[in-house]
């Protein structure tokens, strides 16, 4: 397993540097994000080892039982699953970023537990930009109005915005959820909502990283392409699928 990982990487990071090549982008634009939902403690401590630092998790429990394996390793743990606002004090307890901040409850969570610790949080803000049912984030209408309420915060640290593009045979079809997602950051930073210079991109995955690198994403979160498909026909993306 640790060959096959590691052979995986290199194939990842060659399909990150050829999609940067082909539009011109410098590859030191784009980081690689591990998507490590249900993927072990063991295999994660792999990558890791091979250089990788950053990890992406979605439930409150792999945090919690992965912690042993990976705490004292140079990581930067990020929660990119749907967070429900009784787990945000423990999900605190092991993560740096949170990329799913969808709804003012839950950022005045935040804030509230943050504040209580003394400390800031990365944050992204997630859009629904394939307007799919089973897929959790802001709808894109509502996004300027949510930053202008979230600035409110200032244990929160506006970082950007993720998105979880529309799949489908047909890339084409898929490309529109991911160009959206950066017509609404450009927007931020025109109108300069934000009050920085720069907000990046998270989206892109397995099946559609080349894509989202060409629409402009600096973060690709891959867990199938290296640690192989884990889920026995669920829709990993479909986020109403709590297991």
Not at 29 to 35: G, H, I, M, R
Not at 57 to 67: P, S, V
Not at 133 to 151: D, R
Not at 211 to 240: C, D, M, P, Q, Y
Request: charged share 30%.
């Amino acid at each position: 397993m640790k060959e096959q990982i590691i052979f995986n990487l290199k194939q990842v990071h060659n399909r990150i540097e050829e999609a940067c090549k082909k539009t011109g982008r410098n590859p030191s634009e784009v980081q690689l994000l591990l998507a490590t939902k249900t993927v072990s403690a063991e295999n994660i401590r792999i990558a890791i080892e091979t250089g990788e630092k950053l990890i992406g998790e979605n439930k409150m429990q792999e945090l919690r039982d992965k912690d042993s394996v990976l705490k004292n390793l140079n990581t930067e743990r990020h929660f990119i699953g749907h967070l429900q606002t009784n787990k945000v004090k423990d999900v605190l307890k092991y993560v740096t970023c949170i990329q799913s901040l969808d709804r003012l409850s839950l950022a005045e969570e935040l804030d509230k537990q943050l504040q209580k610790k003394g400390r800031s949080l990365d944050v992204f803000v997630q859009v629904n930009t394939s307007f799919e049912e089973s897929k959790f984030g802001l709808p894109p209408s509502q996004v300027l109005t949510f930053i202008k309420e979230i600035k409110q915060f200032e244990t929160l640290n506006l970082k950007g915005l993720m998105t979880i593009g529309l799949l489908d045979v047909d890339k084409e079809k898929m490309r529109p959820s991911l160009q959206l997602l950066r017509q609404i950051r450009d927007e931020i930073l025109d109108t300069n909502l934000a009050n920085c210079t720069d907000l990046k991109l998270s989206m892109g995955m397995s099946q559609d990283l080349e894509l989202a690198i060409a629409e402009g994403s600096n973060l690709v979160r891959i867990g199938t392409s290296i640690f192989g498909n884990r889920f026995l026909g669920k829709e990993i993306w479909n986020e109403n699928i709590t297991e």
